[in-house]
């Protein structure tokens, strides 16, 4: 298994190295936007290492060139030359690699769904109305401060209504979410080959609609009387013991293979699901944000938006061009981890340097210094 701590660990102890960029020490606290950068940052060997490799994504702030920049930009160019050592090394061969890239393309498959369905969404015409605050009339907006009074306590009748505006506009953005999964996730959910019952996913549906304040994690506690059968099934033990060991519950979920048509995706590999794996208790649920529903119809509203042509609108195609970097980023990572561990006894510092001196590094941050 691939240790995530280590290769920050890695990252933290790369060492700036010298370099061919021109500023001078007086010029060393130079405060730049990503924008104001070169296209290409440095060069490696002659080979550039672009803008959209180190920041893949723009970053609104004025860093230190000298400070911030540059160390990222030599952080970047370590794990690169690590990642081509590891290769050199045939390390890009070995089933430990080929377990990690299948992790890294769910993450970058699920990265395109959510992007995908994101986009489908805000083009549904529901969705787009429940936006419109200019929509909303006053009769809706006293309704919502009738039903609830205790946010709007010390008000007038003319401020309560117009400080319910926004939550009415909330509450029919969920409404449209509610109303479209509700007419369009008919296709079978299966959790490793099992099916989560049609009825399960409309409850789902309808817990959803408590309009996400606190709701009912329907899906995970169907996902878990799933893996629990199974493992059951597999291993022998009780259910009641397995479900008991709330680490092992959630390791068998983390595991677990979500399908929905022709699409299959590890529970896992979801961000969204991973960051809340932490929370799950079987014995005690605790209220979780409908994530499994979410992937589901992110999963779906994603079939569309292909089916539509979507994913070759200009906006969206701009969102999903980030999505090789990405998987190229990942490879990367796994080589440098699998040349770690290939290499024990050779620290940080003696393996970037021994790596760094037989290369050629030229920065080439900016052109010139205001």
């Known amino acids: 298994m691939i240790k995530r701590n280590s290769l920050s660990v890695f990252v933290s102890l790369?060492?700036?190295?010298?370099?061919?960029?021109?500023?001078?020490?007086?010029?060393?606290?130079?405060?730049?936007?990503?924008?104001?950068?070169?296209?290409?940052?440095?060069?490696?060997?002659?080979k550039p290492i672009r803008k959209s490799d180190v920041y893949p994504k723009p970053i609104p702030l004025q860093m230190s060139l000298e400070q911030?920049?540059?160390?990222?930009?030599?952080?970047?160019?370590?794990?690169?030359l690590v990642a081509q050592a590891a290769a050199a090394e045939g390390l890009d061969e070995t089933p430990a690699f080929r377990d990690g890239m299948a992790m890294v393309e769910q993450k970058a498959a699920l990265a395109e769904v959510d992007i995908l369905g994101r986009f489908y969404q805000?083009?549904?015409?529901?969705?787009?109305?429940?936006?419109?605050?200019?929509?909303?009339?006053?009769?809706?907006?006293?309704?919502?401060?009738k039903r609830n009074p205790d946010h709007f306590r010390g008000k007038s009748r003319k401020e309560a209504i117009a400080a319910a505006r926004p939550f009415v506009?909330?509450?029919?953005?969920?409404?449209?979410?509610?109303?479209?999964?509700?007419?369009?996730?008919?296709?079978?959910?299966?959790?490793?080959?099992?099916?989560?019952?049609?009825?399960?996913?409309?409850e789902a549906i309808d817990a959803a609609d408590a309009r996400y304040w606190a709701p009912t994690s329907?899906?995970?506690?169907?996902?878990?009387?799933?893996?629990?059968?199974?493992?059951?099934?597999?291993?022998?033990?009780?259910?009641?013991?397995?479900?008991?060991?709330?680490?092992?519950?959630?390791?068998?979920?983390?595991?677990?293979?979500?399908?929905?048509?022709?699409?299959?995706?590890?529970?896992?590999?979801?961000?969204?699901?991973?960051?809340?794996?932490?929370l799950i208790n079987p014995a005690d649920m605790p209220k979780i944000h409908p994530v499994i529903l979410e992937l589901t119809k992110n999963i779906v509203m994603a079939d569309m938006a292909r089916a539509e042509g979507l994913d070759k609108d200009e906006e969206c195609a701009a969102k999903l061009k980030w999505l090789p970097l990405m998987t190229d980023r990942g490879r990367n990572e796994q080589l440098v981890q699998l040349y770690r561990d290939a290499n024990p006894d050779t620290t940080i510092e003696a393996l970037t340097a021994d790596l760094r001196s037989g290369v050629q590094i030229e920065y080439t941050l900016i052109d010139t210094v205001p």
């Open 122 to 145: 805000s083009r549904l015409p529901a969705i787009i109305a429940a936006g419109d605050r200019s929509t909303i009339t006053d009769a809706e907006a006293s309704a919502y401060v």
């Open 68 to 80: 911030t920049v540059k160390p990222t930009v030599t952080g970047y160019i370590d794990r690169l």
């Open 218 to 278: 329907v899906l995970i506690d169907a996902v878990i009387k799933i893996v629990i059968a199974q493992e059951a099934g597999s291993s022998g033990d009780n259910r009641k013991e397995i479900r008991a060991d709330a680490e092992r519950v959630r390791e068998l979920i983390a595991a677990a293979k979500l399908e929905i048509g022709d699409q299959a995706f590890v529970l896992g590999h979801s961000r969204d699901v991973n960051g809340v794996l932490s």
């Open 169 to 202: 506009a909330r509450d029919r953005y969920i409404g449209a979410q509610i109303d479209w999964m509700t007419e369009n996730l008919k296709q079978p959910v299966t959790i490793n080959g099992d099916a989560i019952p049609e009825a399960t996913i409309s």
């Open 14 to 46: 790369v060492i700036a190295v010298a370099s061919g960029f021109h500023a001078t020490a007086q010029n060393a606290d130079i405060r730049v936007t990503i924008d104001e950068l070169n296209e290409v940052l440095a060069k490696v060997d002659g």
